[in-house]
């Protein structure tokens, strides 16, 4: 816990998030942050090609000054080199005000769970949401994703049957064995559209081998098939469906490197260090030509709530982290046939 000199509600002569002016704010104020470590159990054990998890460990930000609280959640992600211990490091080490921001920390967590808070706080200090302190519509329920988790071809048969209900399937894969478990899941929920993660898992050679299948078996886009770094080879080769950039997109600094490799971008907060770069993020890649999903890490309400403003209007949300958890905040998000609606007042915004 410490004191900062801050501009807690506007960003004083500064461009907002959705391209407009923020009025100038003369006074600073000042303004407390606190960061904890909070734990969230999942449902049932999640699995990727890197590894499990039982549990969401997250950090939660806060920040408080004049009448106000704003919170942020962030989850450290090691695939960055983060850990919730480097994480609170940067929170806790950072001396600016919220304009310092994105000088002051590099795209990620611990920017990411600052800026949202910030945000918070302007909102909850003004008495508005913040889509209108952006001066964007206010937000509309958005179709999500709902993760299968990687397992055996046979568990996953049914998780696909358990959730043949939801309107889209994200299946994660990135082993040698991914056509049994593509063939599987198509078996368990024959008619819903799906989408495929490989996080960094295949070859070229691979991709070229299961695209025909992904398509015979109705996928409609595949992130990130190969590793960052060795995936220049995706300009050379035929993409029959689309390729989404994951860990190769970051913030607006990632995009000239994806160019002829990539057809969308997956913008996730935690990746973008906040919704101000992420929102920014989005309309640089729009106007590229990109198609956009949003994406998340395993976390809470909070962690999603921002997200659901980057999310209006995208080809793909992937806003599903509340649905695996087996407890989430006191003011969690709401999930129906519409899909992920924004947060209510009292959570975030």
């Known amino acids: 816990m410490r004191w900062m000199l801050s501009k807690p509600l506007f960003l004083s002569r500064a461009q907002d998030a959705s391209g407009g002016s923020f009025f100038d704010q003369d006074e600073e104020e000042l303004m407390q942050v606190s960061v904890t470590q909070d734990v969230f159990q999942l449902a049932q054990v999640f699995t990727i090609s890197r590894g499990s998890r039982t549990e969401a460990q997250v950090l939660t930000v806060a920040v408080e000054g004049d009448g106000a609280r704003g919170m942020g959640e962030c989850v450290p992600y090691a695939r960055y080199g983060e850990t919730l211990e480097s994480v609170t490091a940067q929170v806790e080490g950072f001396k600016g005000g919220w304009p310092e921001l994105p000088d002051a920390l590099p795209a990620g967590a611990a920017r990411n769970a600052l800026d949202c808070a910030f945000w918070d706080h302007a909102a909850k200090h003004a008495g508005k949401r913040v889509w ?34 939801r309107p889209l ?121 990109y198609g956009v999903m949003v994406g998340c890490m395993v976390g809470s309400s909070l962690a999603m709530a921002p997200a659901t403003i980057l999310a209006q209007g995208v080809a793909f949300t992937d806003l599903d982290g509340p649905l695996l958890l087996a407890e989430d905040r006191d003011e969690p998000l709401k999930f129906d046939d519409h899909g992920v609606h924004p947060p209510a007042a009292a959570l975030w915004g």
């Open 132 to 165: 209108d302190l952006l001066g964007l519509p206010e937000p509309q329920p958005e179709i999500t994703a709902y993760t299968l988790s990687l397992d055996t071809p046979e568990a996953m048969q049914k998780q696909a049957a358990a959730n043949a209900m």
């Open 169 to 289: 399937l994200k299946i994660k894969l990135g082993t040698p064995d991914d056509m049994a478990r593509l063939e599987a899941v198509r078996r368990g929920a024959p008619d819903v559209p799906i989408i495929v993660d490989a996080n960094e898992g295949w070859t070229a050679e691979v991709y070229a081998d299961l695209a025909p299948h992904l398509i015979r078996l109705g996928v409609q886009m595949v992130e990130q098939p190969l590793p960052v770094g060795q995936d220049d080879i995706l300009a050379e080769i035929a993409r029959p469906l689309p390729v989404c950039a994951d860990e190769s997109c970051h913030d607006r600094a990632s995009l000239p490197g994806l160019r002829g490799k990539y057809d969308m971008v997956n913008i996730k907060l935690d990746k973008t260090g906040g919704l101000t770069e992420a929102l920014a993020l989005k309309r640089q890649a729009l106007a590229a030509g």
